[in-house]
Nanobody
Framework: QVQLVESGGGLVQAGGSLRLSCAAS????????MGWFRQAPGKAREFVAA????????LHAESARGRFLISRDNAKNTVSLEMNNLKPEDTAVYYC????????????????????WGQGTQVTVSS
């Protein structure tokens, strides 16, 4: 079993920055692709960013590209999401997720590839 715990959410003004972190335990972290997703009230959960096992390959959603950056530290079993120039439309609960069955090159975008999820952390961006 893999446990994922997010932290770093909060209230920020538009144009501000936040750094989300996700701590993983209960498995071999360096063998998982990791992803960040978000869900706004009344909307479906959507992909934000993903990173492969080693951190050598990343994928960001178009809405995040140029503002957000996913990274990982396999020595600390953590994955982070640096978010800059935040907009009110970024307001959502942010979830980290682990894909424990993919290959070393995988940077999955679809929710269905991920088999473990954290409980989420709220990000609120005020205008």
């Amino acid at each position: 079993q893999v446990q994922l715990v997010e932290s770093g959410g909060g209230l920020v003004q538009a144009g501000g920055s936040l750094r989300l972190s996700c701590a993983a335990s209960g498995g071999t972290f360096s063998n998982y692709a990791m992803g960040w997703f978000r869900q706004a009230p009344g909307k479906a959960r959507e992909f934000v960013a993903a990173i492969n096992w080693s951190g050598s390959s990343m994928l960001h959603a178009e809405s995040a590209r140029g503002r957000f950056l996913i990274s990982r530290d396999n020595a600390k079993n953590t994955v982070s999401l640096e978010m800059n120039n935040l907009k009110p439309e970024d307001t959502a609960v942010y979830y980290c997720a682990a894909d424990t069955t993919g290959t070393s090159a995988s940077v999955p975008e679809a929710l269905g590839f991920y088999d473990y999820w954290g409980q989420g952390t709220q990000v609120t961006v005020s205008s």
